[in-house]
């Protein structure tokens, strides 16, 4: 009989933000929280490194808040850590369980057995997951764009990365091509697959529930720096709120 990683005070693995008005968009946050079931302590790292970018999207809770408020679209986020298991990453994914986060040793993942990672999987991977497919299912025929929303550190591995924003985009382009043009329109310093490409291997959500099914998407990437705070917070959701709309209404001519 397998033991279960998460007790009774443990939080559960998602929050589900329900849709407030009709929307086409369909929030997902893969990296809002930086929970940890207390059977596994702090994973060996110390207090200060759980402040950082390796163990949660700084900033993207307020952000994403601010734009399931603003646009009235359903948002789902992924409450535990990124350091416990990244929700953006396969079942078995080299990275999905990391030892190492930008240069910081993460003990308790080196020294864990391989049951650890099925019970990370089975008990907060797969339902996060499993919510978000229900979500879309739920929505029937329902025209739908999934949104998923993330921040990045300034700095990863001693590299500066100037992009105040970064749209990401795999086989469909549709919207992140849009929206490109509508960014740089805005005068920002904007990343065409930067700071990361995303692929069918680096990421697990939009190819899973957005290329897999048809769905039209974006993966939007916010400088953390920018939205640490609760005015950049506001500011970025806001700026969303109205492009998102925008982009949109291209699909639909």
């Known amino acids: 009989m397998s033991v279960s990683l998460l007790g009774a005070s443990d939080p559960a693995p998602f929050l589900v933000f329900p849709e407030k008005v009709p ?15 207390e059977v596994l302590g702090m994973l060996g790292v110390d207090a200060e490194d759980w402040e950082r970018h390796i163990a949660w999207d700084i900033g993207i809770v307020g952000v994403g808040r601010r734009l399931h408020e603003a646009l009235g679209a359903t948002l789902i ?15 078995g994914h080299p990275t999905s369980i990391p030892h190492v986060s930008d240069r910081t040793p993460i003990p308790g993942n080196r020294e864990a057995p391989e049951s650890c990672r099925e019970r990370r999987e089975r008990e907060i991977l797969h339902p996060y997951h499993d919510a978000i497919q229900e979500v879309l299912t739920e929505r029937g025929d329902r025209p739908t764009a999934l949104i998923a929303l ?4 300034p700095e990863m591995n001693g590299v500066e990365r100037p992009w ?18 509508l960014l740089k329109a805005e005068d920002l310093c904007v990343g065409d697959n930067e700071p990361y490409v995303l692929t069918d291997v680096s990421d697990y959500t939009v190819p899973r529930h957005a290329e897999a099914a048809g769905l ?18 506001r500011d970025w959701a806001d700026l969303l709120a109205h492009l998102l709309p925008r ?7």
Not at 150 to 153: C, I, M, R, V
Not at 164 to 181: E, K, P, T, Y
Request: with cysteine; charged share 25%; net charge negative.
């Open 164 to 181: 105040q924003i970064g749209i990401l985009h795999n086989r469909d382009s549709r919207m992140a091509r849009v929206m490109l043009d």
């Open 247 to 253: 982009v949109w209404e291209t699909l639909a001519v």
């Open 150 to 153: 993330h921040s990045f550190t």
């Open 216 to 233: 039209p998407y974006l993966e939007i990437e916010i400088r953390q720096d920018l939205i640490a705070g609760e005015e950049g917070q």
């Open 23 to 37: 929307s086409p968009f369909v929030l997902v946050s893969d990296h809002a929280g930086r929970a940890v079931p």
């Open 77 to 91: 986020e992924q409450v535990y850590s990124r350091l416990v298991i990244d929700c953006n990453r396969a079942p």
